[in-house]
């Protein structure tokens, strides 16, 4: 149960490994977590010993929104949710004794860990973990103290204004905060894949922008409208990002107009890239991010591949590259995608397939059919009609 003046503590995930870019890593992280935090009310937000400290200013601050949101910030190891109490062990002992009643319901064996940040203190962090731990075993008889394998662990805190008692930590996000890894273009599509490999990369502190190609009237208001719902539901671990939407109608007509059909996929693909690479270097970023997975379709062979990064210089990412499909599913679900990614409406991809794409497509043999269409004038073209959309957090759901 949330009590008023509960506040989070967030331990640090991977900076630990890394002495020297320690700052860079809490300063980052300390302005996610403020910025992510912003829609549930106000916090103080700051860092003590591999600990950011999240303590509600109000009581209008909504803790559950709190707790949820900080789950979602990349570079947060583990998340934990904290009560504060006067500091005598009678007033740590009686809190941890209603706030842990459930985990002390389920254990056999618990400790005490006490820290104290109060120097002032009359008893030691050995002292206080001791008359907290007895009293808390006489209290709860079938549970037993064991500090080499509990099964629970009551973490007490002696502060300046007040103690704190918490439970063991639920996992947070992991990897490392947004903005530390780069910037890089991800291609969203309406699919399952991509919105998953967008996550990934973010989740390495990867700052993302989002290309999306739409070819209308092959595809419809209501796809575009499901991947920016989609980009929406991202900005949750992300943060903003700006959704390009390039036409494509009209390479692909051209392609299907002047190419052998079994090349339809490969030409197209490497158009997209070309596009995304554009974008790309005039936002900045220093690479491209696909949903693709080795094998998963005739366009994701080895070879097909090679083909499709052909035409550009920038590195491509494909975090899903060694990924099954169920794999994929399970992380669309965990990170809230999945429900809107298998909304059936038409990617541009799918409206011209090949009925028999080439399967060992020989790169000379590609470069050749796309001879026949004027490359750089499409290119051109698509991007003069580019637009783009800023999606934020606090957007309304669109679909
Ligand atoms: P997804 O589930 O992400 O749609 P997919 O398995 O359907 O992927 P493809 O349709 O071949 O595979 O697309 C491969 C990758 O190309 C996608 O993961 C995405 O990164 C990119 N892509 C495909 N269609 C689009 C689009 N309309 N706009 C932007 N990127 C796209
Ligand atoms: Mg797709």
Redesign the pocket.
């Known amino acids: 149960m949330m009590q008023t003046n509960e506040m989070l503590l967030l331990k640090l995930g991977e900076v630990v490994l890394k002495g020297l870019n320690r700052r860079s890593f809490e300063d980052k992280l300390v302005s996610n977590v403020r910025r992510r935090l912003k829609g549930c009310g106000s916090f103080q937000v700051y860092v003590r010993q591999s600990t950011i400290y999240v303590e509600p200013q109000s009581d209008a601050c909504d803790m559950e929104a709190a707790y949820a949101a900080a789950r979602q910030v990349f570079g947060v190891a583990a998340v934990a949710r904290a009560v504060p109490c006067g500091k005598t062990v009678e007033a740590i002992v009686d809190t941890a004794q209603t706030y842990l009643a459930d985990a002390f319901a389920q254990a056999h064996s618990f400790k005490v860990e006490s820290k104290r940040a109060d120097k002032a203190f009359p008893m030691t962090s050995i002292q206080l973990s001791q008359a907290v731990g007895g009293e808390l075993a006489e209290r709860f008889p079938n549970v037993t103290v064991d500090v080499h394998h509990p099964d629970l662990t009551v973490y007490v805190e002696i502060r300046e204004t007040a103690a704190y008692v918490h439970a063991p930590s639920v996992p947070g996000a992991g990897g490392l905060p947004v903005g530390m890894g780069g910037r890089a273009v991800s ?8 919105p998953v ?1 967008s996550w990934m990369m973010a989740r390495r502190g990867v700052e993302l922008e989002m ?3 739409v070819s209308p009237p092959y595809t419809s208001q209501q796809a575009q409208d499901k991947v920016l719902e989609l980009a929406r539901l991202l900005t949750g671990y992300c943060g903003r990002m700006i959704v390009h939407i390039i036409p494509f109608t009209k390479i692909q007509e051209e392609i299907r107009r002047q190419c052998p059909e079994e090349y339809f996929t490969l030409i197209m ?1 490497r158009f ?1 890239m070309r596009l995304a690479q554009a974008v790309a270097k005039k936002a900045g970023a220093g690479a491209l991010v ?3 997975s080795l094998g ?2 005739a ?2 062979t080895m070879l097909a591949l090679g083909v499709t990064e052909d035409v550009v210089s920038m590195p491509v990412l494909r975090p899903l590259i060694g990924m099954d499909k169920v794999e994929i599913i399970r992380i669309a679900r965990e990170i809230g995608t999945y429900e809107t990614s298998i909304l059936p409406y038409e ?3 799918t409206v011209f397939t090949p009925r028999h794409p080439a399967t060992r497509p020989a790169l000379e043999d590609v470069r050749a059919a796309e001879a026949a269409l004027d490359v750089d004038a499409l290119v051109a073209e698509a991007l003069s009609g580019e637009t783009w959309i800023r999606v934020k957090i606090t957007d309304e759901p669109r679909i």
Do not use: A, N, P, W
């Not at 291609?187 to 991509?194: A, H, I, P, T, V």
């Open positions: 291609l969203l599509s309406g699919g399952l894949d991509s490999s290309v999306h190609f693909r997209m696909t949903g693709e998963q379709v366009s994701q990617d541009c991809c």
